[in-house]
Structures are given as structure tokens and as C-alpha cells.
């Protein structure tokens, strides 16, 4: 019997979360095959087997966390393997072959422990063939992410390359044929069934099943550490917030003027590019921003380097990418950059590095539609602005009401390190650079 223990994930990660078995007990498995997708704070991994044999015993469940080094399954191995089968020397913990969506240094790479990385499952030989009853999958993580999503089994999906690898095509018209089959084959109503009176008279519907009145779903992946973060900022950071909004006419002026330059160079230059430029001076301005506590010290740390986390949706719930070393970049540098980030973010493909580190939050509540909010700061940062939809309200100019494109504010700051005269002015900057952009034009080298 071989156990197989949670390997070193790198980046100091000391636990992880089972998110998918990829094999049964009972089944028959090959060396650098892939076994499991792990999560951890910020990726999602997959982990492949050391050796060739069969699962013994799968001893941690889905959805639940291990920590490094702790047995996940245990193979009987096959003493007949050859040793081409095997994991190269393969001692359990050292073999591990991990493959991630993550983990920038190391993409493209083949697995090797602790550091491997690759887009899809490295095919071995015979991929794609039956083994032990079941066949060998070749599918990309997103892959296997939108089977997940949709309730699909790979093993079931007929693949359409000449290579026998499964695409996403293939897996979503596999669930509509299944969703199709199910409506189809819906079995007819069932007959009434005398159901007896309520306690306050009223009949049930005949033959209606009671609803159930509510429904319980564990908490766990991405959702379950965004709870954690939320819940540890919320205790440990006494939170408050200022408001302002700003007239974002010269803003929008800026942009407009700008983008057929953008786009002349492949660019897509949204308002949070020039939101990230005009916010840096002020960081700079205000170094208590860029700051956190050093709770068990005591002391403040102040940042000398800028570090911009920008709040991003995912299908599984925020994540912040973080610009790193905003104040060296041109805004069409960020601009790419920027794209590069929220696009990994959104599709889970980050590396840990790509995703820790932040020394501010930007969360532009605007990008998902919303006029304003409570940002909740960013743990262990002192502070986090967000930014809401810009759109016109009525402004009073002069005596005279007139139209305006408003950009909602909204500073929540740790008030340990912060006061509310501070904040006040740390917006009031802000709005002062956001109606007058061509202020940056002084600072430029």
C-alpha cells in the first residue's frame, strides 16, 4: 500500500481544500495521472498520482481541508508495473506531479513537486484509453471546471478532436442533450393523494408535494475563505467609512481623447486604468493609506511600495489581483495589465503571487453595476476605496440645475490607524484629481 499525503503547494501554503475526487475507489490509475483538484487560499490544483495501482482508500472527502503533508488516498500498487509506469523514484510525498492553473513561475511546465504546472493534464501513453474500466480523460482545467459547474461527468462526454481531448463545446452540449433527455423522459404527474386538512382548515393542493422551505448548501471552496477574510476583517479592523462623489466630466473628457489612441495599440482602456493613476499620487500623499498594523508588534508598516489589489468578480465569488508596482507603469501599461488580471481572476488561472500581496484595494463597485457601497477593507490593509457606476445626476451649477456625470466614492478605513479628517481629505484629493486630471501632467518624468 502506497499513501499518498498532500504535497508542498509552494508559496507557503500550509492546507488545502479537496475540491473534486477525479477517481473512485476501486479504480485502477496510472503514474502523472490526474486524481484530484485541490484549492487553495487563491488557485485551484490538480494533483496527479505518484504511482500506478488502484485506490485503496480515499481518506479525505470533497469539500473537505488537509493539511500538508496529511494522507489523502492510499493505492495498492501494482507490483507488476514497470518502472516506466512508475513515478520517477517516487517516494510519495516527493513524487508528487501537481499540475495547477496557477502559479505563474512554473505554467507551461510539467508537473514535478511542489513547482509542476501545466494548462491541460499532461497526456501519457494510452491516453485517452480505457483504464480499469474507465476512460482516461484529456481535458483542460477550464475543462473540467465547467463539467463541475454543470453536473457532468468527463468520463461520459465524447470527445470531438482528433486526439481524443474533450472541449468545452463538447461539455456543454453534452449537458443540454442530458438536460433535453431529462425533460423528455419527466415522468407524468403523479395521481392525486388524499392529503389530510391543515390545522387551520385549508386544503392542500391534491397530489402536491409540501416545498421544502428551505435548503442547506455547505459552505466551502472560494466561498468559504472570502467568509473567513470577511469575517477576520470585520473583527479585527474597526471599520469606517467616508462618502463623496465627483463630478467626472473631465474624466470622461480624458478618456475619450484618449481612446483611439488605445485602441490603435490593441488597447482597452476602461476608467479604472485612469482611477489607478490618479490614486498613486495620492497613496503617495497620504502614506497612512498604504499602510497596515502590525497587530501582535504593534507597530505601523508603512509600505514603500505600491501595490494596487483590484476587487474582481469570479464565478465563484471575489478575488483580488493585484498590480504590482502600480507607480512604475505608464497608464497603458496598467491598462494591459489590468486586462491581463481581471480576465485571470475571472477565469481562476492566477498564480498565488498574481493574487497576495496587495498594500490598497480599489474595488470599482461600478464594473458590477452598482452606484455605491460599504467596502469592507481588504485584511491587513488600513484602507479601501470603491468607486461607483459614473452616470448623470442633477447637479446644482452656479444656481442652475445641469446635468453631470457623478462618480459615487466610498473610503472605508481602519480607525485604529485613520482618522475621519483624514479620510476626508484622502477623498477629497482624490475628487480634486478625478475633476481635474491634467493635474498628473506635473508629476510626470
Known sequence: MVEFRLPDLGEGMEEAEIRRWLVRVGERVTAYQAIAEVETDKAVTEITSPVTGRVAEIRVGEGTRARKGEVLVVFEEEAAASAGERAQSSPVTAATAVTTEATGASRGSTAQAGAGVATTVAPAAGAGAASGGRRRVLAAPAVRKLAFELGVDLEQVPPSTPEGRVTLADVRAFAERQRTAATESRPEPAQPVAVAATANGAQPQPGAAPAPEEERQALTGLRRRIAERMERSWRSIPHATAFDEADGGALVALREALLPVAERRGLRLTYLPLLVKLLIPILKEFPI??????????????????????????????????????????????ASELERLIEGGRRRSLGLHELTGSTFTLNNVGSFGGSSGTPIINYPEAAILAVGRLQEKAVVRNGSLVARPVLPLALSFDHRLIDGAQAGAFLARFKELVENPQQLLLDVV
Do not use: C, M
Not at 293 to 313: M, Q, S
Open 289 to 334: 493609506f498604504n499602510a497596515s498594523l502590525d497587530e501582535e508588534r504593534r507597530e505601523i508598516v508603512y509600505k514603500r511600495v505600491y501595490h494596487i489589489g483590484i476587487a474582481t468578480a469570479s464565478p465563484e465569488g471575489l478575488l483580488v489581483p493585484v498590480l504590482r508596482h502600480a507607480d512604475r507603469l505608464s497608464l497603458a501599461q496598467i
